[in-house]
């Protein structure tokens, strides 16, 4: 046509064209972009070194951790546009698949044994942690264990023990891994979808204790982790054997002031730091981007934390509450812990920096773990404030009086 223009749509319009963007919950989505990216540019800084050193490659961790990226990108962009409900059928071969591969990682010549533990499984050039597809499998599989006995919940035979055997058996395989961290989230994960679904307070209680008691167990049992606890408790007792990390991890923290030495200034990089790049990338981001840095990085995770919680709310049903509720407690109660841990606030766990450590697996699970979570995101905001979420506050019932049918498309068109 004369006169026509042939206009390409920018970067902002095709942002706004995105149903994604158009129809998601944009706080979060900005909260998971803000902490990918900025994971990114942290694991390149504070990996450098060690790729000279191991593989003469200032880049390797860093070109590693860009494919994952992709890999990832394209599960949570899969997974976002992908109802959630269409979980269901497959949530029996994920939980058959995850157990799988806990189990394989135990065997020889499958599992590859790293400072004490066996997390890694081996398949030809590939390695992956079984333990971070338990997460996103187990969860999914507990909500829709939960909704199916919402009824049952309540009762102490017919709910808590079947959900305490069923517990145990995730985090026990996961416990033969040596991974007290991971064991941990998964517990915290279960146990915050039993109260949401209606569980009784007391009952939450009591799981808590047996959780806590189990712990102490698990502490007792090996020594190196009573080990971490006395240099928790007193780093400086030994400086050079098991304080040392928390020192430096301190160290690095207060050496970044309020606006930190600079991007790719550190200092404790240069091998002072352990796992620099991965489990004690928070002290890397306080020494080079200060307190400012570290107070975004929080900023994001609560704000994240927030956001998805939002999200199990207004969740169309009772599977999607609980599964939103899973997601957002597990990336939020990881970060946490690692948090905690590398300020030495809690003894040191091994677990990594959601979005942001050095690690392919991980951050390819939880970028599909966040498709999903925007995949209820953008179904609750068709449907509106339906709170589906019962948290026993000392009323006689504990459970919600929304029948979970409310999630039906034709529930949606009786009710109006």
């Not at 694991?43 to 593989?55: D, L, P, T």
């Not at 409900?85 to 499958?110: E, K, Q, S, W």
């Not at 970028?367 to 999903?372: F, T, W, Y």
Request: proline fraction near 4%; charged fraction near 15%; glycine fraction near 10%.
């Amino acid at each position: 046509m004369r006169g026509a223009v042939l206009e390409l749509p920018t970067g902002r319009r095709m942002l706004r064209q995105s149903t994604l963007w158009r129809q998601g919950d944009k706080l979060l989505i900005l909260a998971a972009t803000f902490l990918t990216a900025f994971g990114l540019v942290m694991v390149f800084s504070a990996s450098e070194v060690q790729g000279v050193i191991a593989f003469h490659n200032a880049a390797y961790f860093f070109e590693r951790q860009l494919i994952w990226l992709g890999l990832g990108l394209g599960l949570l962009w899969v997974a976002a546009h992908l109802d959630y409900h269409r979980l269901r059928p497959l949530v029996a071969p994920v939980a058959i698949g995850c157990m799988a591969l806990l189990v394989m990682v135990l065997l020889p010549h499958f599992g590859v044994e790293a400072n004490g533990a066996r997390r890694w499984l081996q398949l030809g050039p590939i390695s992956m942690q079984p333990a971070e597809f338990a997460k996103v499998g187990g969860l999914l599989v507990m909500a829709l264990w939960l909704e199916r006995r919402r009824d049952r919940i309540a009762s102490l035979e017919d709910g808590v023990v079947p959900f305490l055997a069923l517990m145990a058996l995730v985090t026990g395989l996961i416990m033969l891994e040596r991974d007290l961290g991971t064991t941990l989230i998964v517990a915290a994960i279960f146990l915050s979808q039993f109260l949401v679904a209606g569980g009784r307070k007391r009952h939450f209680l009591m799981l808590g204790l047996v959780v806590a008691l189990s712990v102490f167990v698990f502490i007792r049992m090996e020594p190196y982790r009573l080990q971490r606890i006395m240099a928790f408790l007193n780093p400086w007792a030994d400086p050079l054997n098991t304080g040392f990390q928390s020192i430096q991890s301190i160290l690095a923290l207060g050496s970044g002031g309020i606006f930190g030495v600079g991007l790719g200034q550190s200092i404790q990089k240069y091998q002072w730091l352990p796992f620099a790049h991965t489990d004690f990338i928070f002290a890397i981001i306080g020494e080079e981007t200060g307190l400012l840095g570290t107070t975004a990085v929080l900023s994001g995770f609560a704000l994240f934390a927030y956001r998805g919680y939002r999200v199990a709310l207004k969740a169309p049903d009772a599977f999607g509450s609980l599964v939103a509720c899973g997601i957002t407690t597990w990336i939020a109660f990881q970060a946490l812990i690692n948090v905690a841990a590398v300020t030495v606030t809690l003894p040191t766990t091994g677990i990594p920096l959601p979005f942001i450590s050095y690690g392919g697996s991980s951050l390819a699970i939880t970028l599909l773990s966040v498709g999903i979570l925007m995949n209820v995101a953008m179904q609750g905001e068709k449907v509106g404030w339906i709170r589906h979420a019962s948290v026993d506050l000392g009323r006689r019932y504990g459970r919600t009086p929304v029948s979970s049918d409310r999630g039906r498309p034709g529930a949606v068109a009786q009710r109006s």
